[in-house]
């Protein structure tokens, strides 16, 4: 049974730090692009931030773009994202989710193609 668990979320005033991790059980990780998604209530998830199955390859969507930073470590089965200079704008309940390397045509490094997904965690921003 695949599992995805989220950790790090709190309450943090604006211009603050987390770093949240996501920690994968039940599927060989390194066979996995992941990413992580955000959803504030009554609004569809975004797509955050994607790293490739090696680690070598990034993507951001443009309003976290040199404020956070997806990392993993394969040999922990752990996704992370460190997240600096938090806004109110960044709260949300964060998600984590793996995508299939192999998967012909796949656009994970647009969002898409995320096969399993964790429970999330809550991240508050307060200003």
């Known amino acids: 049974q695949v599992q995805l668990v989220e950790s790090g979320g709190g309450l943090v005033q604006a211009g603050g730090s987390l770093r949240l991790s996501c920690a994968a059980s039940?599927?060989?990780?390194?066979?996995?692009?992941m990413g992580w998604f955000r959803q504030v209530p009554g609004k569809e998830r975004e797509f955050v931030a994607a790293?490739?199955?090696?680690?070598?390859?990034?993507y951001y969507t443009n309003s976290v773009k040199g404020r956070f930073t997806i990392s993993r470590a394969n040999a922990k089965n752990t996704l992370y994202l460190q997240m600096n200079s938090l806004k109110p704008e960044d709260t949300a309940v964060y998600y984590c989710a793996a995508a299939p390397k192999d998967l012909a045509g796949s656009t994970w490094y647009l969002g898409s193609d995320y096969h399993y997904w964790g429970q999330g965690t809550q991240v508050t921003v307060s200003s």
């Open positions: 039940g599927l060989t990780f390194r066979n996995y692009h």
């Open positions: 790293i490739s199955w090696g680690g070598g390859s990034t």
